[in-house]
């Protein structure tokens, strides 16, 4: 195998010999042996000529890195109100290596900070492994009289360092602090996941809400000094010093008087509320009770302040207006007009019997009124909520039409929020049930999911965006929360725009047609919203009232007993309801009555909302 | 089958240089090891585990023909450079970088291996085009398809340090067989107007990086703070050293990878300068002898092999020292024999047994 390239190259006549490789290989050793003694010559100097001096360098060791971390960026409402801003907080550290002697000064500190000299010992025990130059944490954030008396007797403490950082301070407590989110150390997961380049061990990162989902923005860039120290570790010099890069600041698009007035709206019950421009997908309020305080994460918990936080039953972490999933009920009521209309099952003139139950498959599925709604059209069922008028249009569509409406809603599917760990919802199909349970779709489930009961399940801000769809005349738009971003200097670097996401399925005519019901909703004579109406503003709006308990069961009314089986109220709604400025989604969990929990809770909102914007 | 002039053509200098730079890396990764944490410890144990296994592999590199290796060469690319697609889709994420493929208890780093590769394939394919006139544009074309593929595979990584190297050793390589002058002259030209185009087109932070790559004292907290320890450390040992296990940059941690790409300021901190430059002469000595190899090899695949493998050691050991005495861009290159690591041992060993197998069979020309 060797032949056939020498053959080849004896053609060219040209191929080199082992004469012409040698001569080459000693040219080589031409470059070797400078470069060698470059290196030699840089050894020599490094060692021999400047040898005296750097070993008096390296026997102080006195050389070192002091981080500067940066201020995160602040956080504030649409008008610039301050919702999370800095303070400054003095941390305790002791370097062992400079604390001459250990003991006393531990001694000493335990005397002025009150703290028992066991636990110092044991701070100071648990670092044994890190080198000795490294200041080890006592204790952070020390109360001011404790740092007076400190700096008072800082000659007797060798040793002692008293750190300023900053820390998060949620300005407005509880308020929007599902929105905001808090803050909390780097955990060992987070650090190896690769998510998070050039953070290291102790570092405050987002842990949710807005605080995680703009970390890169919010963090800023860290800065230091090289600074030289004498053999006590006090600083001789600062030697090179690179200033650390502030956050950047970021514009929510709530609005801090209306996110107040949601939070007061409800104060008494577990639910969320979600208020958003329907032109713009601007989040305006977004509220989710009960809450909690974000500065705890701050200052740190006690053993019982985490566990009442964490076993307290209604979950005041969990964020509901974007993480918790409930039936949509009778709201989704409007998907399945949308649906019989645009599919051609039903007109705006078509009018269904309600005799007050629907007889299918042997069984009578119940209209909420026993009495029946007699002869009704798409108008009147949506205005008086009629659930055999929609479980008849239900079935002419069935389950899988009905569904791809719902999708093509938004429903089912995240609503892009820039929040995380959004829920999705769930709009079932037959394949869907066939997957996931392995038994067909029965006829009956379509009756439920049509009046937004059985396996349909929607979050609170999912509805808000359906019915601002509605609102604004058939445009999906992407809930946003963030408005845009400053640098520390005030200037713009990044805008949130509107962003259409698409379009509802739906001609302009069907559309006014469920728009005037919904008008009916809250202002017709026996619209079920009627609750809701209020002088002066014309709003429009739907109902839901989701049960947690099936209506099939004979123990409804034993159930109805326990508040914790009592169903959920909904109440959707826009206004004005023409030129719409704000939609609003409710939910009031075990409210039991749409109209009469989540229906005034709404009106106030918009009140509150247009009353002021009228000013 | 057997020849006895193999036995008898073997090449005690290169093991005993080997052997001389082995244990002088056993001893400061010793030294190294001491500081800190007890995972640094477990390391010299690990590193001699390696070399054991280094060992058997040159020695069985040796057994067969290194003539053999031509017939391989293609093949044994081919592996590695499926092994450095599976690093990015599967590899361990460390420190911001894939690098490594885990098999149970042992990692590997194919971009160690591809460095041998490379070389391979390069002796393979300049040992057959090779003329007199140089190397023509065209037959250049392969040679840089070859060198691209590994290289931009180990810059996704990323291992800008890798990815240069294999530049550096193929550059080598290429300039050795020679360029015909128009060739040369459209390489240079291409590149000086090249790069000032790919300046315009990176972003900020690359420029950045770049620069601080080129100046590390533009980032005195990282790169900069790093060399400045590493300048004290050797300064420090000045003639005779602290003493074995009594370099104190070392032991209070101020020295970064110590254990790695930085272990040269180890020994020079414990040993000084008559230790380190033994080491440097030793390193000297060792290319010579290599290049030595290569002279008296008459088969052309057989003398580029043995340039290749001391353009990749040649260069690890000026850029690793140029680099901790603050020469050099400050780029994570190991220094070879010294330093920890595993695949990095065991891509060397297989080097030294090609290097013995060629030297043994120099008379063995049909």
Same mark, same amino acid.
């Given at each position: 195998?060797?032949?056939?390239?020498?053959?080849?190259?004896?053609?060219?006549?040209?191929?080199?010999?082992?004469?012409?490789?040698?001569?080459?290989?000693?040219?080589?050793?031409?470059?070797?042996?400078?470069?060698?003694?470059?290196?030699?010559?840089?050894?020599?100097?490094?060692?021999?000529?400047?040898?005296?001096?750097?070993?008096?360098?390296?026997?102080?060791?006195?050389?070192?890195?002091?981080?500067?971390?940066?201020?995160?960026?602040?956080?504030?409402?649409?008008?610039?109100?301050?919702?999370?801003?800095?303070?400054?907080?003095?941390?305790?550290?002791?370097?062992?290596?400079?604390?001459?002697?250990?003991?006393?000064?531990?001694?000493?500190?335990?005397?002025?900070?009150?703290?028992?000299?066991?636990?110092?010992?044991?701070?100071?025990?648990?670092?044994?492994?890190?080198?000795?130059?490294?200041?080890?944490?006592?204790?952070?954030?020390?109360?001011?009289?404790?740092?007076?008396?400190?700096?008072?007797?800082?000659?007797?403490?060798?040793?002692?360092?008293?750190?300023?950082?900053?820390?998060?301070?949620?300005?407005?407590?509880?308020?929007?602090?599902?929105?905001?989110?808090?803050?909390?150390?780097?955990?060992?997961?987070?650090?190896?996941?690769?998510?998070?380049?050039?953070?290291?061990?102790?570092?405050?990162?987002?842990?949710?809400?807005?605080?995680?989902?703009?970390?890169?923005?919010?963090?800023?860039?860290?800065?230091?000094?090289?600074?030289?120290?004498?053999?006590?570790?006090?600083?001789?010099?600062?030697?090179?010093?690179?200033?650390?890069?502030?956050?950047?600041?970021?514009?929510?698009?709530?609005?801090?008087?209306?996110?107040?007035?949601?939070?007061?709206?409800?104060?008494?019950?577990?639910?969320?509320?979600?208020?958003?421009?329907?032109?713009?997908?601007?989040?305006?309020?977004?509220?989710?009770?009960?809450?909690?305080?974000?500065?705890?994460?701050?200052?740190?918990?006690?053993?019982?302040?985490?566990?009442?936080?964490?076993?307290?039953?209604?979950?005041?972490?969990?964020?509901?207006?974007?993480?918790?999933?409930?039936?949509?009920?009778?709201?989704?009521?409007?998907?399945?007009?949308?649906?019989?209309?645009?599919?051609?099952?039903?007109?705006?003139?078509?009018?269904?019997?309600?005799?007050?139950?629907?007889?299918?498959?042997?069984?009578?599925?119940?209209?909420?009124?026993?009495?029946?709604?007699?002869?009704?059209?798409?108008?009147?069922?949506?205005?008086?909520?009629?659930?055999?008028?929609?479980?008849?249009?239900?079935?002419?569509?069935?389950?899988?039409?009905?569904?791809?409406?719902?999708?093509?809603?938004?429903?089912?599917?995240?609503?892009?929020?820039?929040?995380?760990?959004?829920?999705?919802?769930?709009?079932?199909?037959?394949?869907?049930?066939?997957?996931?349970?392995?038994?067909?779709?029965?006829?009956?489930?379509?009756?439920?999911?049509?009046?937004?009961?059985?396996?349909?399940?929607?979050?609170?801000?999912?509805?808000?965006?359906?019915?601002?769809?509605?609102?604004?005349?058939?445009?999906?738009?992407?809930?946003?929360?963030?408005?845009?971003?400053?640098?520390?200097?005030?200037?713009?670097?990044?805008?949130?725009?509107?962003?259409?996401?698409?379009?509802?399925?739906?001609?302009?005519?069907?559309?006014?047609?469920?728009?005037?019901?919904?008008?009916?909703?809250?202002?017709?004579?026996?619209?079920?919203?009627?609750?809701?109406?209020?002088?002066?503003?014309?709003?429009?709006?739907?109902?839901?009232?989701?049960?947690?308990?099936?209506?099939?069961?004979?123990?409804?009314?034993?159930?109805?007993?326990?508040?914790?089986?009592?169903?959920?109220?909904?109440?959707?709604?826009?206004?004005?309801?023409?030129?719409?400025?704000?939609?609003?989604?409710?939910?009031?969990?075990?409210?039991?009555?749409?109209?009469?929990?989540?229906?005034?809770?709404?009106?106030?909102?918009?009140?509150?909302?247009?009353?002021?914007?009228?000013? | 089958?057997?020849?006895?002039?193999?036995?008898?053509?073997?090449?005690?200098?290169?093991?005993?240089?080997?052997?001389?730079?082995?244990?002088?890396?056993?001893?400061?990764?010793?030294?190294?090891?001491?500081?800190?944490?007890?995972?640094?410890?477990?390391?010299?144990?690990?590193?001699?585990?390696?070399?054991?296994?280094?060992?058997?592999?040159?020695?069985?590199?040796?057994?067969?023909?290194?003539?053999?290796?031509?017939?391989?060469?293609?093949?044994?690319?081919?592996?590695?450079?499926?092994?450095?697609?599976?690093?990015?889709?599967?590899?361990?994420?460390?420190?911001?970088?894939?690098?490594?493929?885990?098999?149970?208890?042992?990692?590997?780093?194919?971009?160690?291996?591809?460095?041998?590769?490379?070389?391979?394939?390069?002796?393979?394919?300049?040992?057959?085009?090779?003329?007199?006139?140089?190397?023509?544009?065209?037959?250049?074309?392969?040679?840089?398809?070859?060198?691209?593929?590994?290289?931009?595979?180990?810059?996704?990584?990323?291992?800008?340090?890798?990815?240069?190297?294999?530049?550096?050793?193929?550059?080598?390589?290429?300039?050795?067989?020679?360029?015909?002058?128009?060739?040369?002259?459209?390489?240079?030209?291409?590149?000086?107007?090249?790069?000032?185009?790919?300046? !315009?087109?990176?972003?900020?932070?690359?420029?950045?990086?770049? *620069?601080?790559?080129?100046?590390?004292? =533009? +980032? &005195?907290? %990282? /790169?900069?703070?790093?060399?400045?320890?590493?300048?004290?450390?050797?300064?420090?040992?000045?003639?005779?050293?602290?003493?074995?296990?009594?370099?104190?940059?070392?032991?209070?941690?101020?020295?970064?990878?110590?254990?790695?790409?930085?272990?040269?300021?180890?020994?020079?901190?414990?040993?000084?300068?008559?230790?380190?430059?033994?080491? !440097?002469?030793?390193?000297?000595?060792?290319?010579?002898?290599? *290049?030595?190899?290569?002279?008296?090899? =008459? +088969? &052309?695949? %057989? /003398?580029?092999?043995?340039?290749?493998?001391?353009?990749?050691?040649?260069?690890?050991?000026?850029?690793?020292?140029?680099?901790?005495?603050?020469?050099?861009?400050?780029?994570?290159?190991?220094?070879?024999?010294?330093?920890?690591?595993?695949?990095?041992?065991?891509?060397?060993?297989?080097?030294?047994?090609?290097?013995?197998?060629?030297?043994?069979?120099?008379?063995?020309?049909?």
């Amino acid at each position: 195998m060797t032949d056939a390239p020498l053959s080849n190259s004896f053609l060219k006549n040209q191929t080199p010999d082992s004469d012409w490789y040698n001569r080459r290989i000693i040219g080589l050793i031409c470059f070797v042996i400078p470069g060698f003694v470059f290196l030699l010559l840089r050894l020599f100097y490094l060692q021999i000529i400047d040898g005296e001096n750097f070993r008096r360098l390296s026997e102080n060791n006195c050389i070192r890195l002091q981080s500067i971390d940066p201020p995160r960026g602040l956080i504030t409402d649409r008008n610039g109100q301050l919702l999370v801003d800095n303070r400054p907080s003095y941390d305790l550290s002791i370097v062992v290596k400079d604390a001459r002697p250990l003991e006393t000064s531990l001694r000493y500190l335990s005397q002025y900070t009150r703290i028992p000299l066991e636990l110092l010992w044991g701070e100071v025990e648990k670092s044994h492994n890190q080198p000795s130059f490294k200041p080890v944490l006592l204790k952070q954030d020390i109360e001011r009289d404790v740092l007076a008396a400190l700096e008072v007797k800082r000659f007797d403490l060798p040793g002692t360092v008293v750190d300023v950082r900053l820390r998060r301070l949620y300005v407005k407590s509880q308020s929007a602090a599902h929105v905001i989110g808090y803050v909390g150390e780097i955990s060992s997961d987070e650090l190896k996941s690769g998510k998070y380049a050039g953070y290291k061990r102790g570092d405050l990162i987002g842990k949710s809400g807005i605080e995680k989902s703009f970390e890169n923005y919010l963090r800023g860039e860290r800065g230091g000094h090289q600074i030289e120290v004498n053999v006590t570790g006090q600083l001789v010099r600062v030697l090179r010093t690179v200033d650390a890069v502030p956050g950047n600041n970021i514009f929510l698009s709530v609005d801090l008087n209306l996110q107040k007035k949601a939070e007061d709206l409800l104060s008494d019950v577990t639910g969320a509320i979600v208020a958003m421009d329907p032109a713009t997908g601007h989040i305006l309020a977004m509220a989710s009770s009960p809450s909690y305080d974000p500065n705890m994460f701050v200052d740190g918990f006690s053993r019982d302040q985490w566990e009442t936080l964490v076993r307290n039953p209604l979950y005041p972490l969990q964020n509901k207006a974007i993480q918790a999933e409930y039936p949509p009920a009778s709201t989704y009521k409007i998907i399945t007009a949308m649906a019989g209309l645009e599919e051609g099952v039903v007109d705006e003139k078509t009018t269904l019997i309600c005799p007050g139950f629907y007889k299918f498959a042997d069984r009578e599925y119940r209209c909420w009124k026993k009495g029946g709604h007699g002869s009704v059209n798409v108008g009147r069922a949506i205005a008086e909520s009629c659930d055999v008028f929609f479980y008849q249009v239900g079935l002419r569509l069935g389950v899988d039409r009905l569904a791809s409406y719902a999708k093509a809603t938004g429903l089912g599917a995240q609503t892009g929020i820039q929040l995380e760990q959004e829920s999705i919802g769930l709009i079932p199909t037959a394949a869907w049930k066939k997957r996931r349970m392995g038994v067909a779709w029965q006829g009956g489930e379509t009756l439920s999911v049509s009046i937004g009961q059985g396996y349909d399940l929607a979050t609170p801000l999912q509805l808000a965006t359906m019915i601002s769809s509605i609102a604004n005349g058939g445009t999906r738009v992407t809930p946003l929360v963030a408005m845009k971003i400053q640098n520390a200097s005030g200037e713009t670097i990044k805008e949130y725009f509107p962003e259409i996401k698409g379009y509802l399925p739906i001609s302009p005519k069907n559309l006014d047609i469920i728009k005037k019901g919904l008008w009916e909703v809250v202002n017709g004579k026996s619209g079920t919203g009627r609750i809701a109406n209020i002088a002066g503003i014309e709003i429009s709006g739907k109902t839901g009232t989701a049960q947690v308990f099936s209506r099939k069961t004979d123990s409804e009314n034993e159930a109805r007993r326990s508040q914790h089986l009592k169903s959920h109220a909904w109440f959707v709604a826009y206004a004005p309801s023409v030129n719409s400025k704000i939609a609003v989604s409710v939910l009031v969990e075990h409210g039991e009555h749409g109209a009469s929990a989540a229906g005034p809770i709404a009106s106030e909102l918009i009140r509150a909302y247009l009353s002021k914007n009228d000013k | 089958m057997f020849d006895r002039r193999l036995v008898q053509n073997f090449d005690w200098m290169l093991l005993i240089i080997t052997l001389l730079l082995v244990v002088s890396g056993l001893i400061t990764l010793y030294s190294a090891a001491r500081a800190g944490l007890e995972i640094t410890q477990s390391f010299y144990f690990k590193q001699l585990m390696w070399y054991g296994f280094g060992f058997v592999i040159m020695i069985a590199t040796c057994l067969i023909s290194y003539k053999q290796l031509d017939q391989y060469a293609y093949s044994a690319y081919a592996v590695c450079i499926f092994l450095l697609v599976a690093v990015l889709l599967v590899g361990k994420m460390v420190a911001g970088s894939k690098r490594w493929l885990v098999f149970g208890p042992v990692s590997l780093q194919p971009s160690e291996l591809a460095k041998v590769a490379v070389i391979l394939v390069l002796a393979r394919y300049y040992s057959r085009t090779a003329s007199i006139k140089g190397m023509r544009l065209r037959d250049l074309v392969i040679p840089m398809l070859l060198i691209v593929v590994p290289f931009f595979l180990i810059v996704k990584q990323p291992d800008l340090g890798t990815a240069v190297m294999i530049l550096l050793i193929a550059a080598t390589l290429t300039v050795f067989i020679k360029i015909e002058k128009r060739a040369m002259i459209a390489i240079v030209s291409f590149g000086t107007f090249a790069i000032p185009v790919i300046w !315009l087109l990176l972003k900020g932070y690359q420029k950045q990086r770049i *620069l601080t790559f080129l100046e590390p004292d =533009r +980032d &005195p907290l %990282g /790169a900069g703070y790093h060399i400045i320890q590493s300048k004290i450390a050797i300064g420090s040992g000045m003639l005779s050293g602290k003493g074995f296990l009594k370099g104190t940059q070392n032991a209070l941690s101020f020295l970064p990878e110590h254990h790695t790409d930085f272990i040269f300021s180890v020994l020079a901190e414990d040993w000084g300068f008559i230790g380190s430059a033994t080491v !440097l002469f030793t390193f000297l000595m060792f290319i010579v002898w290599s *290049l030595n190899i290569a002279h008296g090899c =008459r +088969d &052309p695949f %057989g /003398a580029l092999l043995a340039v290749g493998i001391t353009a990749l050691i040649g260069w690890e050991v000026f850029i690793n020292i140029g680099m901790v005495m603050g020469l050099i861009p400050v780029v994570g290159i190991p220094l070879p024999f010294i330093s920890y690591g595993g695949s990095a041992i065991l891509s060397m060993m297989l080097c030294m047994g090609i290097l013995m197998n060629i030297s043994m069979r120099k008379y063995q020309i049909e």
